[in-house]
């Protein structure tokens, strides 16, 4: 868990764009895969995507990263840390490359109740070669753009949808009212969620088991189990979970983070429902990757990381995130977010996204 990839079990995995005199993060959680791609190991990889955790890994190892529609591919062979948010999402080299994983691992799956019954439809993408988004609209969210992101970040985005214009789209201004409360509902459901799902790593029926079990009661051995096998993250975001479900507090905060959460979804809903909006452009991240060990210090300051790709999860729709050019040697990533199960629409904005990094 994490947005550094830093708690593995195997230490922190290094991006592989770190200059030679320090270690960047990739990114996280899903870094290791990012890496492999970014590494040139593999065309392809997945990942789970449950706030961010492709996203913003494919835009600090300059690779794709492509979160289906919450139930667009089923769930079933995942460890489950959210399973309201979790999705199966996809590391490419290219748009190209996504869509076809995408259409490899979409569709039915009877050991998954959330999943749609049909695949995805992108014959008209892989056939269609234009790049004309001649009646297109992009909506440009006005509460993203935080304090907390940098010059070089904004000058991006600007770039990316004059590029978009000049290829027929229509650039519109929209808003997205909740975004400010994205970070702090995601923090309150997700770790509930986890602490649920994780109770079953108890050292007997799943999980790590303490060597010497054998010696210790059973409140031993689950104490010591779950504190060998879980990193400090985990441990951090079971804690929080507990808390919030906790008979004193579940009023206070999971049931008002689930309400706060309808509205989000529900300014999505209106974005693309009332003002036809088609697809909305942000960044992936509000800043470059950061040098591991910079913040662990401060966990709270490495969960703003995500304060761009949350919404998404939150209320479910299809995300992609797609390579820019280079900032003083280091990648970024602009992200594009479509209505539930638009994913072909996604991706032909996308590729033409892609182009503009490839004409510079």
């Not at 830093?6 to 991006?15: A, C, K, L, Q, R």
């Not at 065309?43 to 706030?51: E, F, I, P, R, V």
């Not at 009332?274 to 709270?300: H, M, Q, R, W, Y």
Request: a negative charge; aromatic letters at 8%.
């Amino acid at each position: 868990m994490g947005s550094l990839t830093t708690f593995s079990h195997y230490g922190p995995t290094i991006n592989p764009y770190s200059p030679k005199d320090k270690q960047l993060s990739p990114g996280g959680s899903s870094g290791g895969s990012a890496v492999a791609v970014a590494a040139n190991m593999c065309y392809g990889a997945l990942g789970s995507d449950t706030g961010g955790s492709v996203r913003l890994p494919a835009a600090w190892c300059n690779v794709v990263g492509l979160k289906p529609s919450y139930g667009r591919c089923s769930r079933y062979g995942m460890v489950a840390y959210a399973s309201s948010f979790d999705v199966p999402a996809i590391f490419a080299k290219n748009t190209t490359d996504a869509a076809l994983l995408l259409d490899a691992i979409s569709g039915a799956d009877a050991y998954d109740s959330t999943c749609l019954d049909e695949n995805v439809d992108l014959e008209e993408f892989f056939q269609e070669k234009s790049l004309d988004l001649t009646g297109l609209v992009v909506g440009i969210p006005q509460e993203y753009n935080t304090a907390e992101m940098s010059p070089e970040i904004q000058q991006l985005w600007v770039e990316a949808a004059n590029w978009l214009a000049s290829h027929g789209a229509e650039i519109k201004t929209i808003s997205l009212p909740h975004t400010s409360s994205a970070l702090a509902t995601y923090y309150i459901l997700a770790p509930a969620e986890a602490s649920s799902n994780l109770a079953r790593y108890d050292g007997l029926r799943y999980g790590h088991r303490d060597k010497a079990s054998d010696k210790k009661s059973v409140a031993e051995l689950y104490t010591q189990s779950r504190t060998e096998g879980f990193g400090d993250e985990v441990i951090r975001r079971i804690v929080m979970g507990t808390f919030v479900l906790s008979q004193a507090s579940y009023e206070d905060y999971y049931l008002k983070a689930a309400k706060v959460r309808r509205l989000i979804k529900e300014d999505f809903e209106k974005v693309f429902k009332e003002e036809k909006v088609d697809v909305i452009l942000t960044p992936t991240a509000t800043s470059g990757a950061p040098e591991i060990g910079k913040k662990l210090d401060n966990p709270v300051e490495a969960y703003t990381n995500d304060v761009m790709t949350l919404p998404a999860n939150l209320a479910g729709i299809p995300a992609i995130s797609v390579p820019t050019r280079l900032v003083s040697g280091l990648p970024q990533g602009l992200q594009l977010m479509a209505d539930h199960f638009e994913e072909r629409k996604l991706l032909r904005v996308a590729r033409v996204l892609e182009k503009h990094r490839l004409s510079e």
